[in-house]
């Protein structure tokens, strides 16, 4: 195999300098070849198109067209092509001008043999780190076009459930795309009865040849959810998605919901994609045929805007967090005058948006509690108190709360349940608890509630009543305290 021949141009508009150069040097002794001269920058252009050359040596200061221009021009057209810049002395200006340009190599005129090859060397040995990169870059990408699509679905359920992906196929993605700048959407296509094999088939193919291969970086078939990771710069989506739908419903006219998500970097993958869980739940809760997007989500949030805070809801690990945040919730239904079954219709609601479930509320237990009341209170009290419950009992069903992995956890968690139930009711205590609400012996329950919280039962409602008025006051400043003292279980009075 011949050995490579690094090619060489000198440009130089005084004759001796430029001659005397290119008989100077035994090129091809030191691997080059002196592929030709030009005596100013505008054959130098010229000769650079037709030539090829790997390195330009060019005087800086010439007429016509200088070294700088030569420079600038070159690297619009081809950007590869490295420069070794002449200078004579008093030149400073151009040379800074050079250095603008990124120029990192010069000779200073007039300059010998040794001179010349030893800038020259350090120059190819850029050339060939250059090009060992790019060689590298180029291995990557056409190791990512031949990764499985099994592998790229993986790394794709990786970044959704945020696992642990293989790092092999995350620096083959990378290579292929610009992962720390690149903006991405998810947008999923969601059927109760799922998606045959065909039916990806067929939504991966037409996807790629409506919105551009190069617009859609991964897929993947998660829970019935045919899914798509898209450059955020895709268009034509939402006509896409369309054509889609009205294609596969000739196959099976059971709906489908779509959503896109926002905008987000590579590492947002699993916020983005409980974004898209959360368009679909309301896409199936309002029976939505069209592509919901994060404005349709905001939109949703502003129906409850003032009354339920969904990420609170979520977000809550413990019984006392979901009890509480729900218990705003009544309180706030109730300041605004909301109607039984208007609550009871936002407690549905809410089971849909966030976990897709439909809360089957007994109406005949809320009619009977509201006959069944304790002193003083009226049956509407009653009523909201159980739908409150059959509320709280479902939401820790869907969360995986409200199991207790022994007995004394499940009889303390059936204490903080009622409490919160019954939290409003000033003459609520543990005799109360334990004799009207739960039927169990107070000092059982006294020992058993000590024993699991390490504190009084009698020390912890107080807290939770306190805790309970600073964040009513944190959202209604202006509240009155007896009405508050009355929101929490305290006598308007004090």
């Known amino acids: ?75 619009e057209q081809m950007p590869w092509v490295e420069f070794v810049v002449l200078s004579g002395y008093g030149e400073y200006e151009y040379t800074s001008k050079a250095m603008e340009q990124g120029i990192r190599y010069y000779l200073m005129k007039p300059c010998d043999e040794r001179q010349i090859l030893e800038v020259l060397d350090k120059v190819i040995a850029q050339i060939i780190q250059k090009r060992s990169r790019k060689e590298q870059e180029e291995s990557y990408r056409s190791t990512v076009a031949r990764l499985l699509p099994k592998a790229r679905e993986q790394l794709f359920r990786d970044m959704i459930y945020g696992e642990t992906f293989k790092e092999q196929d995350f620096r083959l993605f990378a290579a292929e795309h610009d992962v720390k700048n690149i903006s991405v959407q998810l947008l999923a296509f969601f059927r109760e009865t799922g998606f045959d094999y065909l039916e990806q088939f067929i939504l991966q193919n037409i996807i790629n040849e409506q919105i551009g291969n190069t617009c859609v970086l991964l897929y993947a078939y998660v829970q019935n959810q045919m899914l798509f990771m898209l450059d955020e710069r895709a268009a ?16 099976n006219p059971v709906p489908i919901f779509t959503a896109i998500s926002k905008a987000g970097r590579i590492g947002d993958i699993r916020p983005l994609y409980e974004q898209i869980e959360e368009l679909l739940r309301i896409g199936q809760a309002e029976g939505r045929s069209g592509l919901l997007s994060y404005q349709t ?23 006392t967090e979901l009890l509480r945040e729900l218990y705003f919730i009544f309180v706030r239904m109730r300041r605004r005058n909301f109607s ?10 809410v089971g849909k948006v966030l976990y897709g479930k439909t809360m089957d509320i007994s109406w005949e237990d809320i009619r009977k509690t509201g006959e069944n009341i304790k002193d003083g209170e009226s049956g509407r009290i009653g009523q909201e108190r159980e739908l409150y419950r059959q509320t709280a009992f479902f939401l820790a069903e869907c969360k995986g709360l409200g199991h207790g992995e022994g007995k004394e956890q499940q009889r303390v968690q059936e204490m903080v349940f009622a409490t919160f139930q019954y939290l409003a009711y000033q003459p ?63 006598a308007p009075d004090g």
């Open 1 to 75: 195999m011949d050995k490579q021949l690094y090619k060489i141009l000198i440009v130089d508009d005084e004759e001796i300098e430029r001659e005397g150069m290119a008989g100077l040097i035994e090129w091809e002794q030191y691997g080059m070849i002196l592929v030709g001269t030009a005596w100013n920058g505008i054959e130098g252009l010229e000769k650079i198109r037709t030539l090829s050359p790997d390195i330009v040596l060019t005087d800086i200061k010439m007429p016509g067209m200088d070294g700088i221009e030569l420079i600038q021009n070159t690297r």
């Open 236 to 251: 034509q989506v939402e006509e896409s998605v369309q054509m889609l739908k009205r294609e596969l419903g000739k196959r």
């Open 297 to 319: 989500f905001v939109r949703a949030e502003s129906i409850a805007k003032g009354v339920v805070d969904f990420r609170r809801i979520r977000d809550a690990q413990e019984d």
């Open 340 to 349: 039984l079954e208007q609550q009871a219709e936002m407690a549905v609601w």
């Open 428 to 490: 609520l205590n543990l005799r109360f608890l334990a004799g009207q609400v739960l039927y169990r012996n107070e000092e059982h329950l006294s020992r058993t509630f000590h024993k699991v919280m390490q504190c009084k039962y009698s020390t912890w409602l107080i807290d939770e009543r306190v805790e309970m008025a600073k964040r009513l006051l944190q959202e209604e400043p202006d509240l009155k305290i007896s009405v508050l003292a009355e929101l929490v279980g305290y």
